[in-house]
Structures are given as structure tokens and as C-alpha cells.
């Protein structure tokens, strides 16, 4: 439970990411307010999708809770948008289903190959240092 906070942060940092890009891509400028129209629907879901994950398989810090934290954090997120009247569009939909993905799963995956290439690293470190004795 101790990196479930930052990770959750993490996340809900990249939402908010995702809609300020998306509203630089379009020019529709970058406000607080702005950001937050676009983001609050999956910052909603977010916690949605870290429950289930955790109900399934213990807290989503790494990748495999992450493949059940990004879809439903989409999908929840894209009802939310129709049903408050946000609207929807196909392309909207792909994008955000690819670039959501690429965020919440994409920042587990480079810190379990840091993790991997530091621990394979002091590994290395120290069989050469017992050879070497």
C-alpha cells in the first residue's frame, strides 16, 4: 500500500496530461477550468478502475493492475462524457483509448525495466566482485 498513493497520483497526473495536450492539439487553449472539463469524467473513473483492479488482483501499482485500471478508466470515463452531454466522437474515443493506455500503462512498464536493468546491474556488480577477490 505504500507506493499505491504516489501511484495513484501518477495516474491521475497523466489524465490531466492527456487533456491538456488534447487541448493544446486542438488550440483550444491550456486553463485549469479547461483542463479539468475535459478530465474530471475519467478522474472519476480512475478510482472505479483502481478498485476493481485491486478486488482482482491486489493494488494496480504494476503492469498487470494497470491493464485493468486503463480500460475501465476509458470506458467509464467516455460514458461519463456522453452522459453529462460532453459528446462523442470515434476518433475522440481511439485516441483516448490509445494515449490513456500509453500513459497508465506505459509508466509501470519503464519503472519494472529500471527496475529490471538496476537489479540485474547490482547483480553483475557483485558476481564480478566476488571474482575478483
Given amino acids: 500500500m505504500r507506493r499505491a498513493a504516489p501511484a495513484f497520483l501518477v495516474d491521475a497526473a497523466f489524465v490531466l496530461l492527456f487533456a491538456g495536450l488534447g487541448r493544446v492539439s486542438h488550440s483550444e487553449g491550456v486553463s485549469w477550468s479547461g ?29 498487470p493492475g494497470s491493464t485493468t485500471v486503463w480500460p475501465i478508466t476509458v470506458g467509464l470515463g467516455l460514458a461519463l462524457r456522453v452522459a453529462t452531454g460532453g459528446g ?8 483516448t483509448f490509445v494515449v490513456l493506455g500509453l500513459f497508465l500503462v506505459g509508466w509501470r512498464c519503464a519503472v519494472e525495466v529500471v527496475r529490471f536493468a538496476v537489479e540485474g546491474l547490482a547483480r553483475w556488480s557483485a558476481r564480478t566482485a566476488q571474482r575478483s577477490r
Fill in 88 to 95: 462523442f466522437a470515434w476518433a475522440f474515443g481511439l485516441v
Fill in 35 to 63: 483542463v479539468l472539463g475535459v478530465a474530471w469524467p475519467f478522474l472519476v473513473a480512475l478510482p472505479l478502475g483502481w478498485a476493481v483492479a485491486r478486488l482482482r488482483a491486489g493494488w494496480p501499482t504494476g503492469v
